[in-house]
């Protein structure tokens, strides 16, 4: 995406250097006088010029869109003192937890979504188990061991933890069960 963002500068660039240039020049009367009226006669009532004008400015506005845009990092809270903020960012804070539930050996895959609320962090849990796993006593295990671990290792409140089971491993079917 960032060199698509150069690519479109670029082109904008060079067609108001381009424009400027030729504005320029008629303006120093290097061109006929009737260059520019000419011109504006060409394109006027031509939609194939009415659209490449179109083209350009929503290449223009493509290349102002980064510039509007926060690139700032989503993080959440870890303490407020007299001396700042100290923070940690959903990247980092999703890098521990996947590591910490993969510990599980029950656990195959896990997806999560973090989100800061007022009252700490919200954590959605989507995961993959083992056939011969006991689901309610893994996910309230998850939801215990992973909110002290998390209250600990980062000070961060955990407020809320959610897990969906998506899917339980068919690799793994005793030979005689068949799915129905």
């Known amino acids: 995406m960032k060199l698509f963002n150069h690519i479109i500068a670029f082109i904008i660039s060079l067609l108001f250097m381009v424009a400027a240039l030729f504005l320029s020049i008629y303006s120093f009367g290097l061109t006929a006088k009737t260059i520019l009226p ?3 006669t060409i394109i006027y009532l031509n939609w194939q010029a009415g659209f490449i004008f179109l083209a350009l400015f929503v290449v223009g506005a493509l290349g102002l869109y980064p510039y509007f845009v926060s690139t700032a990092k989503r993080t959440t809270l870890i303490r407020d003192s007299e001396l700042g903020d100290v923070n940690i960012t959903l990247a980092a804070m999703s890098n521990l937890i996947k590591e910490r539930v993969l510990e599980e050996d029950d656990i195959i895959d896990v997806k999560l979504k973090l989100a800061p609320v007022p009252d700490g962090l919200k954590i959605n849990l989507r995961g993959k188990v083992k056939v011969s796993t006991d689901i309610p006593h893994l996910t309230e295990k998850i939801q ?3 909110k002290d671990y998390i209250e600990i290792t980062t ?6 933890i959610q897990i969906l089971i998506e899917d339980i491993d068919k690799n793994q079917l005793p030979i005689n069960l068949e799915e129905e």
């Open 144 to 146: 215990v061991e992973l």
């Open 155 to 160: 000070g961060v409140q955990v407020y809320r």
């Open 38 to 40: 000419n011109l504006l």
